[in-house]
C-alpha cells in the first residue's frame, strides 16, 4: 500500500477515527486504525464494538493495500508532522514508513483481516437533520443519564420520532431532560435509545455549521450516523424506554419567572459550599416579586435576595444545586419559569413551546 | 473589623496570597489568610514557614481589627462573588460575613494572635532589578533544579552577585543553566541559594512590565522580594553551592550551528517513541551541512535530516531528548550554537556573550 495524503486531512481523518478507539480492548486490534486504500478511495476504521467510524481521506493512492496501525501511536506522529505532503508505504512485513518533508517514521503494523468489519447498513429510511442542531440537542440533554451501570436503559438517550417531530429524552432517576425538535419532513414513526457514550462521540465529532446536515438511519438493532465523507455505526440499547408521558403533569401551584443568569450565577456561588458527597440542598423561598436563596453547611452559610415575577402560592422548596445548574445552562433563553406544585414534588423548567422540558426533582431538607 | 474592597482588588490581592498558603500544614492557621486592618491600610499575609508574602489591600479601613480566614474558602468566595464592592465585617465571634451586592456569606474565622509573623526585614543593601527580567531569568533557569530533596541545594537556585552581574544557576546532576544579567549599578558581592519553589512561585508574582522593579534584599537566613504593594520573604537553602567553574572549559572540537525551531520541532517528534521511564536518547549524527537525527525504540522508529553549519570533527553523541528540548525553550535566540567535545564530554549551548550557557550531559548509546 502507498497513499499521499495532507498532514492536515490525516489530523482530521484521525481526529474522527480515535473516538472509537477502545482504551484498552480485549481484541488488540481494535486498538488500531485500519487503513485501506483502493480505487482511489482512502477509508480508516475504527471500531469498539458499542460504536464504528468509517471516514474518507483525501488524497492519492498509489498502491492499493490495508494496513491496521496502532491508532494511538499514529496519531501522535500525524500531530507532530510538519505542515506538508504526508507519504505512507507498507512493506511485505507490515511495517508502515511515514515520510514527511526530511522526517521518516516507521512503525509495525498488523494486516487488518481480523478487524471486525462494521455492520452493513441499509441505507432507508432516512432521518435529515442539521448538524449544529443535533450536536445542540445532545449537548442540551446528555448530562442527565446516569453515569452508573444499573439500569442499562438511564445511561442512554430516547430518540422518538412522531409525524416531523423528534423527541430527546434523558434522565437519571433525579431530574429528567427533554428536547424537541422540529424536522423538515414528515417520517414514520421510530422509538429507539442509542448509547450516552456514543452521543458524547458524536457531539464532537458533529460540525458546528447550521447548513450541515447528517442523515439517521433507524435499523433494528443498530442507528447510523451518516456525514459527507464519515458514517458512524451504534448499536442500540434493547428495551422499553421509561413511559415519561405521566410525568408530565400541566398542573402548578407557583409559576416563577427569574432572569436565567441571575439564578445561575446565584446557585452558582452557593455551591461553594457543597463539598463532594455531602447532599446541601439550595432552599428557594419564593415570594412575590423575590426569592430568597439560602444554602447552610459546616463550612459557613449563604443567602441571596434575587428579583422575580411569581404567580400563585408562595413556596419554600430545597434542590440539589448541580441539577438546578445543569439545566439552566442548557437553555439559551434569557429568563426561565419555573413551575412549582409543593415541596415534594417535581420543578418543571420549560417554554411556552415545550421546545425544553428540564424536571428537577427537590430535596427534603430541615429548617 | 469593617473593611470595604472592591471585588477586583480582592481577586489580586488572594492570588498573590495564595501562592505561600500550604496545601496541608501542622499549624492549622497557616491554612488561612491573616487579615489586617490598621490605620486605614489593609493588609494580606500568608506563610507557609519557607516562605512568606505580606500584601497590602487598596480599600477603607471602617473598623480596625483582624481575622484569619481559611485561604481556600476565602479565596473560593472572593472569585465567584459579582463585580461590585465588597463589605467584611467580624463580630466577637469571630465569624465574618461578606456581603457584595445582594449576596450575603458567613464564614467562621479565627482570631489572628497565633499566627507566625513574617521574619522582620533589614531594607538595606539593595538590589534593584525589573520584574520581567527576573521573571523570565526564574523560568529560564528553574526547570534545571532537582525534583528529588536528595540534595537539598540542587533543589534550589544560585543568585551570585558580582558587581554589576547578576548570575543565576540551576543543576541537577545531569544539566546546568546559567544565565547572566547586566544590573543598572554596581552591587557588593553576594551569593545565596533560593528555594526552588520560592522561585517558582515568584515567576507567578513578578509581573509582566519590563518598567516594573523589585528590590532584592539579601540577609543572612533570608531573601526578600520588594514590590509596589507587596512584600516576599523567603528562607535560604544553607550550604556551599558547588564550585560549577572547572566544568566551564571553552574547548570543543565540534561547533555547530541550527535554526533554534527546527531542532526543536525535530526532537519534540523523536519523544512520540520515549515512554515514560525508558531511557532513549537521540543520536545525533553530525556532519558537514547536515546532522542526521535518530531514535530508535521498540514502538518504532525516526530519522530525520536537519541542515546546519558546521566546524570541526564529525561527532555522533547521544542525549536525553527531555534536556535538550528545556534548553532550547529557555532560549529565543532564532539560531544556537552547540559546542562538542567528544560523546562523553558534556555539549554546551552559549550564546557570544554568555547571556545564557546550558550545558547538557550525553548518555552512551548502541549503535
Known sequence: MKIICSKSDLVKAVNISMRAVPVRSTVPILECILMKASLNR???????????????????????????????????????????????????NMTATIVCGKTKFNVSGHEGDDFTDLPAVEKEDCIEISQLTLKETINRTIFSTAQS???????????????????????????????????????????????????????????SEADDTVNLYFMNNHIVFDMPGTTVVSTLIEGEFFDIDHMLSKDYETRMNVN???????IDRSTLFVREGDKKPIIMDIH????????????????????????????????????MIDALKAISDEDVTL?????????????????????????????
Open 260 to 266: 436565567r443568569q441571575t439564578l445561575l450565577s446565584s
Open 339 to 367: 413551575y412549582l406544585l409543593n415541596p415534594k414534588a417535581p420543578c418543571f423548567i420549560r417554554d411556552e413551546n415545550e421546545t425544553y422540558t428540564y424536571i428537577v426533582l427537590p430535596v427534603n431538607f430541615v429548617k
Open 149 to 207: 451501570e444499573n439500569n442499562k436503559l438511564m445511561t442512554g438517550e430516547l430518540f422518538e420520532i412522531n409525524g416531523s417531530q423528534l423527541k430527546v429524552v434523558s434522565l437519571d432517576g433525579h431530574r429528567v431532560a427533554i428536547r424537541r425538535v422540529e424536522l423538515k419532513e414528515v417520517y414514520s414513526d421510530k422509538k429507539v435509545v442509542v448509547p450516552g457514550k456514543t452521543l458524547q462521540e458524536m457531539s464532537k465529532i458533529l460540525s
Open 288 to 323: 412575590d416579586g423575590f426569592m430568597k436563596m439560602t444554602i447552610d453547611s459546616p463550612i459557613g452559610s449563604m443567602d441571596e435576595d434575587i428579583d422575580i415575577e411569581k404567580e400563585g402560592r408562595d413556596i419554600m422548596i430545597g434542590f440539589n444545586p448541580k441539577f
Open 42 to 92: 482512502i477509508t480508516f476504521t475504527t471500531n469498539d464494538m458499542e460504536m464504528g467510524i468509517e471516514t474518507i481521506v483525501p488524497g492519492s493512492v498509489i498502491e492499493e493495500g490495508m494496513i491496521a496501525i496502532d491508532a494511538k501511536i499514529f496519531s501522535d506522529i500525524v500531530r507532530k508532522l510538519p505542515d506538508a505532503d504526508v507519504t505512507l508505504t507498507t512493506d511485505a
